[in-house]
């Protein structure tokens, strides 16, 4: 999550043009937000609007407001009176449940903050500040879209495990050791010197931090090199 300070080319003007601030979101660290950022710029010039900045989070949609820093961000701006636009390229970036994104918008609309989604062109509000009935219904169409998005996503990745499972594939830990018997004698050489000083189990297993049962597998390898030394 970030927040640009943006500069007016022509002087401040602030007080003569809207003030607007972009809120951008994409889902994984590997995405990127900087068209989001761009698109919105250039639509809000062309509008006249004062973009004071741009708040972009890396998180998955799905999550709660109350886990979303962008989002706490975005509404302490909109309670400190620091913004009359918001402005989004689509619905889904403010999130994936319905019940978060209506949240969203309905403080938005108590404090006559207008919503403007690039996807559609639209604003929630109308110039006379009262709720645009047109943006409303493509919100909650909208919202709900992207929540059965996700939910089919989930199911069709589930399918995807039950179904390579009934064909043999595994999932998970590999069952058996992580280490051979001479990886194990390596990585925990003091330990089994510890064990060849008559240190008990539960005494080094605290000691290393691993567990007792792998203590034993180095106690019974010791004893078994120990067994084939030559007399």
Known sequence: MKVLEAKSQKGDVSHLSPLAIIFTRVSKNVQNYQRQIDDLTAYAIKQGWTVTGVISEKISGSKSNEDRGGITQLMEAARLGKLKKVLVSEVSRLGRRP?????????????????????????????????????????????????????????????????????????????????????????????????????????????????????????????TETSQLPD
Do not use: W
């Not at 219904?137 to 989930?154: L, Y």
């Not at 051979?180 to 003091?190: C, M, V």
């Not at 189990?201 to 605290?206: C, E, L, N, T, W």
């Open 99 to 223: 019940s978060q994104t209506h949240q969203v918008l309905e403080q938005l609309t108590s404090l006559k903050i207008s919503l403007y989604i690039h996807q559609f062109n639209i604003e929630t509000l109308l110039p006379n500040g009262k709720l645009n009935p047109a943006a409303s219904m493509i919100f909650s169409i909208t919202a709900d879209m992207a929540r059965q998005e996700k939910e089919t996503h989930v199911e069709r990745v589930i399918s995807g495990i039950q179904l390579a499972k009934r064909n043999g594939q595994k999932f998970g830990r590999k069952f058996g050791p992580l280490y051979t018997e001479a990886q194990l004698l390596r990585k925990y050489s003091k330990a089994a010197k510890d064990l060849q000083l008559g240190i008990s189990i539960r005494k080094v297993a605290k000691i290393y931090g691993i567990s007792a049962d792998t203590v034993q597998r180095i106690k019974k390898l010791i004893k």
